[in-house]
């Protein structure tokens, strides 16, 4: 049964450092989208999935996570790393369109309805938090 759309969650999903994790995180997006009611929102959220934990997973060397946030109309995906370092600014499609790399955070920030990041320290640990957001209209 699905929850009301109007009503927040979140989930987190701990992940290796590990390729794989990639599509993992995907099918879990589409999977928690379609319980509570939000598939339209699936194949922009995918490729804003991929992005964030393909980041994640290349540019740092250890586990990293994923956490989906529905609240005011509002999906907002993240991901953690372990890497302090501030993800690459994002550069222009047309300036990358034959690149094989450097395109992911130029497609979040032309599909995402705003994104950020900021560094992350709690306890001994330090990472990054890369986020971004997709309304529902």
Known sequence: MSQTKGEPWEYTL???HDLRAVT???RTLRLVLTVHGLIRLTDVAELL???LVSN???HAKGPASLRLRWQNGVLRIGAWD???EPPSAPQELACTVYAEAGRG???VRAC???WGWYPLRQGGDRGKYVWCDLGAA
Do not use: K
């Open 112 to 114: 995402a309805d705003d």
């Open 24 to 26: 993992v995180c995907r």
């Open 49 to 51: 999935v991929t992005e």
């Open 82 to 84: 372990a890497n302090p």
């Open 56 to 58: 994640a997973v290349r």
């Open 105 to 107: 955070l130029e497609l």
């Open 14 to 16: 701990h992940i290796p």
